[in-house]
């Protein structure tokens, strides 16, 4: 019998499985491979068996949302496979048994883990300073003699210009690389955290703001494309939440600060002076490292260079292509930012104002709120390697949902505590997937500015989040532990996290999934408009292949890999 194509994990050719066990001849194919042989089939059992067909993988708005509800209650997932002949099969596969953490770790190479740290200490740097203003809006409202809603406004201009800036890092990344748009990134980040130290009233407070989330924008698509893109496999979901996790570490450090630098006015000045030395620090730090090699590999197979006429017409082509899946995910990191902004941003000032703590009780609360966060990140993104992206979101949600009351109902440190560490462990429980499902349904030559830029418009989208929280909270009373009318935080942020959750389980489970694709050999963007310019250019026979064709085939040697 003739066999041609690729073999799945149990040792069968893709699409010719089934006949080649029952010793049927495959197809042949004019200048294809091919070898005959005469063999008992005497496979044990276990590998017997073909991985069974499926239905192609749906095309449209309706029919994917229809395909994806009922694969999600199904335990295999549903694969397409394209050979080197761009031929495509859709399967059924069971997931890889979950590994040791230990094993998975010793998978990523000395230059492997470099890139990971590099990347994972951005983000915690970025979300430091973040952080620094939201844990510290009590202090800057009395240091600007103003409302706690006004000072959140620096917090809503910061997600809006976050935004542009993801645009134009993220694409800067995907062409120049991920090193030195992050090293700007990072230095610009630092030496505004000292500009808004100096900033001597509330106008040019509210400015230096909106211009440091230009910047911050950047930092978060490079930094996930750099940790990730040499990941094996099997690990990324674990690296993913990990990585995830930056930001809830970054909220810690943050944290710890204020605790560190007591409850005076004043205070915050020290707490920017920190995140100004981290964020420049990991920018000094990232110089001293290579490109990355992923990248240099990709550039290499494409063309070494790409011309910004190509690189835009790719993107173009790309945005016509894949847009119902931008629109899906700029939805699903809509819901995700108003998730952890609406629970975490005004926590502190929930326990500096409704529950009457002191400076050092807050901070505490916090602190031990983000490691559930860290631990939570972690944990879920490691079994959604296993049970799945989709499936991991949405019950991490759901019960995220359930424990609302013992969230914001108790009145004593202790049990505030343990239920603000639960609580987080499932909201960054559902984040801690983010990172790597945005990897894998990105258009490969686009994973630096796809995850970047739907990440943040949905932060866009999110951008007043805490400014309404903390509007409506302001508006309406409840009493407090003490009997005296406060601030009503806890009702706010309960009512709007119980929508918030619901709305991601919804979406997940009517969304795509790409678990375990594979993207390491993509050239980068522009790469492919290049080739096919050249070839106009030089006359050659197959010049005016189309766009079309030409994603075909970079997407055939994309799953050969």
Excluded at 142 to 160: G, P, S, W
Excluded at 515 to 534: C, L, W, Y
Aim: charged share 15%; net charge positive; hydrophobic share 45%.
């Amino acid at each position: 019998f003739s066999i041609r194509g690729e073999t799945n994990p149990s040792g069968i050719p893709h699409g010719y499985g089934r006949m080649a066990a029952r010793g049927v001849a495959a197809p042949q194919h004019a200048g294809s491979p091919a070898f005959s042989c005469i063999m008992p089939w005497s496979a044990p059992k276990a590998r017997m068996a073909p991985n069974e067909d499926a239905a192609p993988v749906a095309k449209g708005t309706i029919a994917t949302m229809k395909q994806s509800w009922t694969d999600l209650f199904r335990w295999r997932q549903r694969v397409a496979i394209t050979n080197e002949y761009g031929e495509t099969t859709t399967e059924w596969q069971s997931p890889e048994p979950l590994q040791n953490p230990v094993k998975l770790f010793m998978q990523l190479s000395v230059r492997d883990w470099v890139f990971f740290l590099v990347g994972l200490a951005a983000w915690t740097a970025d979300a430091f300073d973040f952080h620094a203003l939201s844990i510290q809006t009590v202090k800057l409202a009395a240091y600007y003699d103003t409302t706690k809603t006004n000072v959140t406004t620096a917090i809503t201009l910061t997600l809006l210009l976050r935004s542009v800036g993801a645009a134009l890092f993220g694409l800067a990344g995907d062409k120049f690389g991920r090193k030195w748009p992050m090293v700007v990134n990072m230095i610009v980040l630092g030496l505004l955290q000292i500009a808004t130290i100096y900033s001597a009233t509330f106008q040019q407070f509210l400015a230096v703001r909106s211009l440091f989330g230009l910047f911050m924008g950047g930092v978060y698509g490079n930094a996930i494309a750099m940790a990730l893109e040499n990941c094996p496999v099997n690990a990324r979901g674990l690296m993913s939440g990990i990585l995830q996790q930056g930001y809830s570490f970054g909220y810690v450090l943050a944290a710890c600060a204020n605790l560190g630098v007591g409850g005076s006015t004043e205070s915050w000045k020290t707490v920017f002076w920190i995140a100004a030395g981290l964020s420049i620090a990991v920018g000094l730090i990232r110089i001293c490292f290579p490109e990355s090699q992923q990248f240099l590999a990709a550039k290499r197979a494409g063309k070494p260079k790409v011309t910004p006429a190509a690189f835009f017409r790719e993107t173009r082509a790309m945005l016509a292509k894949e847009w119902r899946m931008c629109i899906y995910c700029v939805i699903l990191m809509t819901w995700f930012n108003y998730y952890s902004h609406t629970s975490q941003d005004s926590y502190t000032t929930f326990l500096l104002t409704q529950k009457e703590f002191k400076n050092a009780a807050a901070s505490r609360g916090s602190i031990i709120m983000k490691v559930g966060a860290c631990v939570g990140g972690t944990i879920i993104g490691y079994l959604s390697q296993f049970v799945g992206r989709r499936r991991a979101m949405v019950a991490a949600a759901l019960i995220s949902g359930c424990l609302i009351p013992a969230w914001i109902l108790p009145t004593g440190e202790p049990s505030l505590s343990a239920s603000g560490f639960f609580m987080q462990f499932f909201v960054q429980g559902a984040w801690g997937v983010i990172p790597i499902h945005l990897n894998e349904l990105s258009p490969p030559a686009f994973r630096s500015s796809f995850p970047g830029i739907t990440y943040q418009v949905g932060n866009m989208i999110s951008s007043p989040s805490a400014q309404i929280v903390n509007a409506i909270s302001e508006s309406h009373h409840v009493r407090g532990a003490s009997g005296d009318r406060v601030e009503a935080y806890g009702p706010t942020m309960g009512v709007a996290t119980a929508i918030i959750a619901v709305g991601i389980a919804v979406t997940a489970a009517l969304g795509p999934e790409k678990r375990g694709s594979r993207f390491e050999t993509t050239a980068p963007a522009g790469a492919e408009q290049d080739v096919m310019v050249k070839k106009r250019e030089s006359g050659s026979e197959d010049a005016y292949e189309s766009e079309g064709q030409l994603e075909k085939g970079s997407e055939a040697k994309l799953e050969k890999a």
